[in-house]
Every structure is written in structure tokens, then in C-alpha cells.
């Protein structure tokens, strides 16, 4: 199966890196998993609500036009349903079976994502309640996609 992950903005941190670059080769053993990065649009200092909407529509013609084709897309973002790790793996096995042979994970700029990215999507994901830096969310969805991998592969990672 391929995974794609969309990310809108580039990993700063050394150690993001790092982590991310290990839960890649990881994910080797069960997939063919892809990062797509794409710029942030620039804001100013302090934008207007219409700044960062225009902004999010901008990002958001990039993020489809990177979507490959027929994949089962899942969005991240606040208003998302909530999944434990089973379910997410029961997900992932899924959709092969439904005859898809792409899923494809969407990470929006720290302002979210546009409302059409969200619509094209079969899913919209929650990784919490919580409140956590944009950039780590992309190591936890990398690990919960190993994680689910896991699950699915009777791997003892699980526990």
C-alpha cells in the first residue's frame, strides 16, 4: 500500500527531524510511505482573518493538487473525530481491502486547513483535545501509522 503525508511548512527542530527520518524507515517494512512538503503561505506579523483565510486557500489548491489520485484522504484538524490506535489500524487494513491502494494524511499550516481540503477528504482526524506544537504532529501521526502497522502485522511494538 502507499501512505502519503501532506505536511503544509518545513520540520526546524534537528531532533523532529530525526525522529521523523527513523518512524520513515520504519514504516518501510509495511508500506511505501511518502512525505509531500509544502511552503507555508507568508503572513504578516499579525494577520487579519481574511489574510489567513486567503492564505489557507492557497495552501489548500497545493494540498490537492498533491493528493494522489483515488486515495482514501484523512485531514487533520481540531474538529476531527478522535481514534484509538486499533481503530486507525482496522482503518489502514481496510482500505486495500475496499480496493484502494493509496491513503494519503493531511497536516495544514498552524492556521488549520481550507474548508475544501477538509471536504475532500473521507475522514477528518482529532489527535487530541490537547493543544500540541504544529511540528510535532507530524512525528505522532508518523508513529501512529507505524503503530497501526503494528497492530495489523501482530508486531509486539503494541502492547
Known amino acids: 500500500m502507499n501512505v502519503t503525508l501532506i505536511c503544509v511548512g ?6 523532529l527531524r530525526a525522529a521523523c527520518a527513523e518512524y520513515q ?22 494577520p487579519s482573518e481574511a489574510e489567513i483565510a ?3 486557500e492557497k495552501e489548500g489548491d497545493r494540498i490537492l493538487a498533491k493528493l494522489p489520485k483515488g486515495a482514501y484522504a484523512v485531514a487533520l484538524c481540531i474538529e476531527g473525530k478522535q481514534q484509538s490506535s486499533e481503530e486507525l489500524a482496522s482503518l489502514l487494513a481496510d482500505i ?10 493531511v497536516i495544514g499550516s498552524s492556521y488549520g486547513l481550507s474548508d475544501k481540503v477538509k471536504r475532500a477528504a473521507q475522514l477528518k482526524l482529532s489527535m487530541s483535545k490537547m493543544t500540541f506544537p504544529h511540528q510535532l ?6 508513529e501512529q ?3 497501526a502497522y503494528s497492530i495489523i502485522n501482530n508486531r509486539k511494538y503494541h502492547k
Open 145 to 147: 501509522v507505524y503503530r
Open 96 to 105: 486495500p481491502v475496499q480496493g484502494n491502494g493509496s491513503a494519503a494524511f
Open 54 to 56: 486567503a492564505a489557507l
Open 137 to 142: 504532529a507530524r512525528v505522532m501521526l508518523m
Open 25 to 46: 524507515k520504519r514504516l518501510q517494512a509495511f508500506c511505501r510511505f511518502n512525505v509531500e512538503e509544502l511552503e507555508a503561505e507568508k503572513l504578516t506579523d499579525a
Open 10 to 15: 518545513r520540520l526546524k527542530e534537528d531532533y
